[in-house]
C-alpha cells in the first residue's frame, strides 16, 4: 500500500495556514516582535506538558543546536516577523500581494535542497512544479495582474514577503536535515523555545508604541486571538508540517503548500465576498491537479 502520509500531513498543515491572515488582522494594533513574542510564548506553554517527557529523554549534538537556533531564527523570527510586518505595511486589507511568498518560496526551497540534501530534480518534477507555480501566481492574482494601488506601502510589503519567502524557504531544507535525527515533537518544541528566546531581546527594542517609551502589551482579546493562533495556524500547524515533512522530499513538500494561497483565495471570497475572475477558477484547477500530480511522485522517491 503507497504511503501518502506525509504530503496529506503538509496539505492539512497548509490548510490552517490560510486562516493566519485572516486570524492576525485582529492583531493590527500590536507591533509585529510583539506578535511574534507572544504567539510563542503561548505556543510553548500549551505544548510543554505534551511532549517534555520526548525532550528530556532526546539527546542533541552540537549539530542539532546550530540547525535548531538556525531554523529558529530564520524561520520562527524574521520569516514569521517579515510575513506580518508585510501584512501590516497593506493594512490587512490588500493581502494578495504579500502572497507572492509562498510563490517565490519554492525557490528557495528547491534550491537549498539540491545544495544541503543532494535531493535529485527529474523532468516530471520540474514540469509539474512550474505549472504549478505559474497556475498559483493566477489564483492570487486576478488576470495576472498586481495592484500596487495601496501606494508605496505595498511596494515595501512585496520586499517583506521576498524576505519571508527566503527565510521560509530555507528553514524548510535545514528543518528536513534535523527531523532526520530529531522528533518532530522535540523539534517543535525547540522552535518554539528558542524564538521566544531571541525575540525577547527584540521585544524591548522594537515592542513599544510609536513616540512613547512603554511596551506595547495584547489586550485580554487579543491574547485570545494569540491563542487562537497557536492552536491553529501557529504550534499546532508546525507540528502536523513537521510530521509531513520528515516523510516528505522538500522539493515536493514545498510545492504541496502552496495549496496555502489556494484556500486562503477561498476564504476570502467566503467571508469577505469577494469574487474570484475566470482566470482564477481556472489556475486553481490547474494548481490542484499539478499538487496532485506532485504528491503522486512520492512514491517514486
Do not use: C
Not at 93 to 105: A, D, E, P
Not at 144 to 150: C, D, E, P, Q, S
Amino acid at each position: 500500500m503507497k504511503n501518502y502520509t506525509g504530503p496529506i500531513f503538509i496539505l492539512i498543515a497548509a490548510t490552517l495556514w490560510a486562516f493566519d491572515g485572516l486570524i492576525r488582522q485582529y492583531l493590527y494594533s500590536l507591533p509585529p516582535i510583539t506578535i511574534i513574542f507572544f504567539e510563542h510564548l503561548i505556543g510553548l506553554i500549551i505544548l510543554s506538558p505534551f511532549v517534555y517527557k520526548y525532550v528530556f529523554t532526546t539527546k542533541l549534538t552540537k549539530r542539532d543546536w546550530q540547525l535548531i537556533v538556525l531554523i529558529s531564527v530564520l524561520s520562527g523570527l524574521f520569516g514569521t516577523l517579515w510575513f506580518t510586518t508585510a501584512l501590516g505595511k497593506v493594512h490587512f486589507i490588500s493581502i494578495s500581494v504579500v502572497f507572492l511568498l509562498q510563490k517565490l518560496q519554492p525557490i528557495f526551497a528547491i534550491t537549498s535542497a539540491r545544495i544541503f540534501l543532494k535531493e535529485k530534480l527529474d523532468a516530471r518534477y520540474i514540469k509539474w512544479a512550474v505549472l504549478a507555480i505559474v497556475a498559483a501566481y493566477f489564483v492570487t492574482f486576478k488576470n495576472g495582474y498586481v495592484n500596487f494601488a495601496t501606494g508605496g506601502e505595498t511596494i515595501i510589503a512585496a520586499f517583506y514577503a521576498l524576505g519571508a519567502a527566503f527565510a521560509w524557504g530555507t528553514s524548510t531544507t535545514f528543518s528536513k536535515i534535523l527531523l532526520g535525527k530529531v522528533d518532530f515533537k522535540v523539534s517543535t518544541f525547540y522552535r518554539f523555545l528558542v524564538t521566544g528566546i531571541v525575540a525577547l531581546p527584540l521585544l524591548f527594542l522594537f515592542g513599544r508604541g510609536e513616540g512613547s517609551t512603554n511596551l506595547v502589551m495584547p489586550d485580554f482579546s487579543q491574547f485570545g486571538f494569540l491563542a487562537l493562533i497557536a492552536l491553529s495556524t501557529g504550534m499546532i500547524a508546525l507540528l502536523i508540517y513537521y510530521r509531513g515533512l520528515a516523510k516528505t522530499p522538500v522539493h515536493i513538500s514545498t510545492i504541496l503548500e502552496l495549496t496555502f494561497p489556494f484556500f486562503a483565495i477561498f476564504l476570502d471570497m467566503t467571508i469577505n465576498n469577494t469574487i474570484l475572475s475566470v482566470s482564477q477558477w481556472i489556475a486553481a484547477l490547474v494548481l490542484v491537479f499539478s499538487i496532485y500530480k506532485i504528491s503522486r511522485l512520492r512514491e517514486n522517491v
